[in-house]
């Protein structure tokens, strides 16, 4: 039988409600949970001892409820003559002193501050559907009784569910009317409405006590547990409650719902009033039959997430399928914040993990937190900056526990990425004394490994070298390229200031007479370089871009207009290498842009990365630059291998291979219209 009104405007209607409830018969109804769910906040909040007027109360077995427990002085009203009687009838024996009256709220008759709590469970709601200007004339009068029949000291309780108008309405009228304003989250009505409809909407209690002289505007919220926090504006109230809104719905499609037609749910959990997140969650289902429900959550250590497993949707997606779960919430603790260790974490999303979980899920089960094995790791902060260019910057220290420890760059605006990463290693000074310094024979990404065999092409066959290179970051990149061929020159460019900062002080770049930095812009630097006839045998693009709604993360698109392409060509060596850092998660973009390379360079090739959306393009101006590749990959390959300060087997004592120039070879894809190759 649907009871539902047809529109809104049937909220307000004596009509509606007198037939409302004779369908409903004996049976009770309460909008927004019983006693068992809202006594917590009624014992706070109203006393034995207090005179309480229930407006709006149906046939609700809350004021019954009240009673039972020791609540001696009910009086309830309700417009409904109907709901009156039957209540009256319902209670006459059992609960003599249980008040019933037929009244209309808006128009009370009962004296000046007659009462010590007014509590409303829905009555606001059905009083004010819309904003119009009919029902905002009826809630006016219907506050203007509260005030007036509520005693200094007294408190207006309203259950709600505190939609947009409802909100700024009560935001409007009580904390300019003297009111302490607070509102709280009951987690339990909502709790109960999930578990008998498959969803529910977030249940408010708002809380205005009532002051004669209130010094000045006192605003309080408690969406998210038992702290109550003040709040300095009633913007600030109404984004909170709004946040609360939106995470239930979230929470409400997960729970009937399946993440596996997107691939995931990302969001952010804050704290209220905090406008920095705290944690960002991963949410994934595999495809599973009807009825299965296994559920787990995973809580990525500290300072691993711009890992790939971490980092990705790819690496997401394939832990999901390691830990064997229907579903699986993967939280990232946020670098902004500080945490009091593993069990902490665990407490604080206690509750946010369970609104997480799948329909059918008991409510007693245990859901597991996983991981993929004991983690010791650990994360030190060294340096915190900020950056005009890429905003806050941070410099970490990671250990893994098994005697590895990694140095990181992070940009907290992408902070899923690491910009620049090295590694730390333990070597004695002059006087023997044991120091912790960066190794600069190790290069920890893929593509800056790649690229420094690509440059090595150029370098092993001509002897008046010098390399530029767009993008500092930690500098590492231009580190080791020194380290491996001191002869040559070396120049970094990049507009951040602050990079060389980083790079000097935290990551052990040293400049002198064959490696120099330029803080410039890097398209001005080459306009400056061509019109001096400057020639470079390698130009080395590795720039981070701050647009990732572009689809391409590096370079930023300037860098890869027809005009900065031109004049990398002109400062282009004879023989000399362009090579780029392409990364690119849109297939068709990263096409556009080799077809772009292929029509202004002679000869095109790239390397796809392993495991990542990655290439490293390699364009020449002569046609001959792909000549003989085979056997100058070899070569070039074999030397930096040589020079790699690479982990030794213990018990053959020989070298890890860092490249392997077969499976370069492999990868190698050409884009050119000759036939130069080999």
């Known amino acids: 039988m649907n009871l539902l009104p047809k529109s809104h405007e049937e909220f307000n209607k004596v009509e509606y409600w007198n037939t409302f409830f004779r369908k409903r018969g004996k049976k009770s109804f309460d909008w927004y ?74 128009c009370m008759t009962y004296p000046n501050e007659r009462f010590s709590v007014v509590l409303d469970k829905g009555t606001l709601d059905a009083l004010m559907p819309s904003s119009n200007v009919e029902a905002t004339d009826t809630v006016d009068k219907f506050f203007g009784e509260i005030s007036r029949v509520l005693r200094n000291g007294g408190r207006y309780i309203c259950v709600s569910l505190l939609q947009e108008h409802v909100l700024k309405k009560l935001l409007s009228y009580f904390p300019s009317s003297g009111f302490l304003f607070r509102i709280l989250r009951c987690h339990e009505a909502e709790e109960k ?39 300095n504006t009633i913007e600030d109230i109404e984004a909170a409650v709004a946040t609360a809104q939106m995470s239930a719905l979230v929470c409400n499609s997960l729970f009937k719902g399946t993440t596996t037609n ?8 804050y704290r209220p009033t905090e406008k920095v997140p705290r944690y960002t969650l991963y949410i994934l289902d595999k495809v599973r039959p009807k009825g299965s429900k296994t559920y787990a959550a995973f809580i990525v250590p500290r300072g691993r997430d711009p890992e790939w497993l971490f980092s990705t949707k790819e690496g997401r997606q394939q832990l999901l399928d390691t830990v064997q779960r229907d579903r699986l919430v993967i939280i990232i603790q946020r670098r902004e914040c500080t945490f009091e260790g593993i069990d902490a974490v665990k407490r604080e999303l206690e509750g946010s993990v369970r609104n997480f979980a799948p329909a059918g899920l008991g409510a007693n089960v245990q859901i597991p937190y996983i991981s993929l094995g004991d983690d010791t790791s650990s994360q030190k902060i060294l340096y915190e900056g900020k950056s005009e260019i890429s905003g806050p910057v941070v410099v970490e220290d990671v250990d893994d526990g098994k005697g590895s420890v990694s140095r990181r760059l992070i940009f907290l605006n992408n902070q899923f990425v690491i910009q620049s990463e090295a590694r730390l290693k333990t070597t004695k000074s002059r006087r023997g004394k044991l120091k912790t310094v960066i190794d600069p024979m190790f290069l920890s990404c893929e593509h800056h490994i790649n690229m420094s065999v690509a440059a090595s092409l150029e370098i092993h066959r001509s002897k008046d070298c010098e390399i530029l290179i767009m993008g500092l970051g930690g500098g590492g990149l231009c580190t080791f390229l020194h380290r491996c061929f001191p002869h040559i020159k070396l120049v970094a460019v990049d507009i951040d200031e602050l990079m060389l900062h980083v790079a000097t002080d935290y990551f052990g770049l040293v400049q002198n007479e064959k490696l120099r930095v330029v803080i410039s812009d890097g398209i001005e630097f080459l306009k400056q370089a061509a019109n001096e006839d400057k020639k470079f045998t390698a130009i080395l693009f590795d720039v981070n871009g701050k647009d990732n709604s572009l689809g391409m993360s590096c370079p930023p698109k300037e860098f890869l207009e027809d005009s900065t392409l031109q004049l990398v060509q002109e400062c282009l060596a004879t023989n000399g290498v362009f090579v780029l850092n392409l990364a690119c998660r849109d297939e068709n973009l990263a096409q556009n842009v080799l077809e772009k390379l292929r029509k202004i360079f002679r000869a095109v090739m790239s390397w796809g990365l392993q495991g990542a959306f990655n290439r490293v393009v390699l364009c020449w101006c002569n046609p001959n630059g792909t000549k003989d590749l085979s056997k100058r990959l070899q070569n070039a390959v074999r030397y930096l291998n040589n020079k790699f300060d690479s982990s030794v087997d213990k018990s053959t004592g020989s070298k890890e291979t860092v490249v392997n120039a077969s499976s370069l070879i492999d990868e190698l894809t050409i884009h050119r219209n000759d036939s130069n190759a080999d």
Not at 207 to 228: D, H, M, R
């Open 33 to 106: 949970g019983e006693y068992p769910e809202l006594c917590g906040y009624l014992s706070k909040y109203a006393k034995t001892k207090d005179l309480i007027l229930v407006v709006g109360c149906g046939s609700s077995t809350l004021s019954a409820d009240l009673y039972d427990v020791g609540y001696r002085n009910i009086t309830n009203i309700d417009i409904s003559e109907v709901v009156i009687k039957k209540m009256q009838k319902i209670n006459e024996s059992a609960r003599p002193s249980l008040r019933f009256e037929h009244m209309d709220a808006t």
């Open 193 to 231: 409405a999930r578990k008998e409809e498959n969803g529910s909407m977030p249940v408010f209690i708002v809380v205005a006590t009532k002051f004669l002289n209130l010094p000045k505007q006192v605003l309080e919220i408690s969406l998210a547990g038992t702290v109550t926090e003040r709040v």
């Open 262 to 269: 997107l691939g995931e749910i990302a969001l952010d959990l």
